[in-house]
């Protein structure tokens, strides 16, 4: 069976968590910039409005897949608006390297600043990407929205002192830590609750030999794969969707089981959204990854802790097994990984790359590599009652 150490479904930052991010009408903080990639027609990059100006801040990654239709809107909308008193500027932290990478492949034409060391995303509180903050020409914050609603109008709309019409995006942290009340009247040794959430991003977590899941911000479909432990690539929806809705899960079972805390996760979703689940072996196209033959292999890591991190593109890991790298790129390459690669131990591990070319020369760089073959995965088949 495979091992899920983590879930992420949203494009999420690493920001402090429980710092009250600026909102409307507060003063905007200091905008920093590490490197200019593409300067405006000034040759730097406007990080403060000017008077009568108004500043549109765009925070991105070239890894976070809505934020290059975001970034082309947005550049719709500096045309439109080209001649009036309004700057634009992006903001990604990532590396200059990994951003000239990307732009040799992508055209973009707003301009373009790092935030390596994140210090502008964390004094806007900058948890999800893509996120418009719009700075009216007194400082203060107009708008703090999704890109994909910023009109023209409603820029103009600022620069004359009115209500821009813009919905206020406001980011809810998947909590991890929460448990469901008790009465207080017993002990109880199993539980699976499932409850609505209001978190604009998902996770879910299960502590190898806690017996104990917790997922919040998670749309049905998420919690289908955690609790069978298969990846969206290997499930067969038989044409039946559950929707966009977002729930957290608290499924605790006795013992400190995991196996039977996903079991019990699995009936109650079940039970509650109507469908029956199989898991069945078929033949299919896949990649295998494996070592590259005569490649200096990974050396196992000295580190005491393990660290796992993996984004759109790119993976940083200490002592991190390679079932997490194999699970990693499965859902990036949108068809079964089949690891085969023999190596069992634990891996200091640093992957970056801008799209499927530079992603398979990273791969070689650490001695391996994805082959096309034909094994057989197990699939997980659903069918509604």
């Keep these: 069976m495979l091992t899920a150490l983590s879930v992420v479904a949203a494009v999420v930052m690493s920001v402090s968590v429980g710092v009250e991010p600026p909102g409307v009408g507060d003063l905007a903080p200091a905008i920093e910039v590490g490197e200019v990639i593409r300067a405006d027609a000034g040759g730097g990059v406007v990080t403060e409005p000017s008077e009568g ?68 995303f964390g004094a806007y509180g900058i948890r999800v990407v893509p996120t418009t903050v719009i700075i009216a020409a007194d400082g203060t914050i107009a708008a703090r929205t999704r890109p994909t609603e910023v009109t023209a109008d409603s820029i103009r709309a600022i620069l004359a002192g009115k209500e821009p019409g813009l919905s206020e995006r406001v980011d809810v942290v998947p909590n991890l830590d929460w448990a469901p009340e008790t009465t207080g009247e017993g002990e109880v040794y199993a539980q699976v609750v499932i409850d609505a959430s209001e978190a604009t991003s998902s996770r879910a977590k299960l502590k190898p030999g806690s017996g104990l899941i917790t997922a919040d911000g998670m749309p ?38 995991d196996d039977l805390a996903r079991a019990m996760m699995g009936a109650a979703l079940k039970a509650k959204f109507g469908f ?4 069945e072996d078929r033949s299919v196209a896949c990649y295998v990854l494996e070592p590259i033959p005569g490649a200096e292999q990974l050396r196992p890591s000295e580190a005491e802790k393990g660290e796992k991190m993996a984004y759109g593109r790119g993976i940083e890991a200490t002592a991190a097994p390679m079932e997490f790298v194999r699970m990693w790129f499965e859902s990036m390459a949108g068809k079964p990984v089949i690891d085969e690669t023999g190596l069992e131990g634990l891996y200091d591990i640093e992957l970056e790359w801008a799209d499927r070319e530079t992603m398979f020369e990273s791969l070689a760089g650490i001695g391996l590599r994805l082959r096309e073959a034909e094994r057989e995965a197990a699939f997980l088949v659903i069918t509604p009652r």
């Design 53 to 120: 100006r108004v500043l549109v801040v765009e925070f991105w990654a070239t890894w976070c897949g809505p934020c290059l239709p975001a970034m082309a809107h947005l550049g719709e909308v500096a045309e439109a608006l080209r001649g009036e008193p309004v700057d634009f500027v992006t903001l990604t932290p990532e590396s200059p390297e990994a951003v000239r990478t990307f732009l040799e492949r992508h055209e973009l034409t707003l301009p373009i600043a790092t935030d390596s060391d994140e210090a502008t």
């Design 220 to 257: 049905v479909s998420s919690l289908v794969t955690f609790a069978w432990d298969v990846p969206h690539g290997r499930v067969d929806w038989g044409g039946h969707s559950f929707g966009d809705e977002k729930y957290r899960v608290y499924a605790r079972a006795p013992g400190g089981e």
């Design 276 to 279: 029956d689940a199989r898991l």
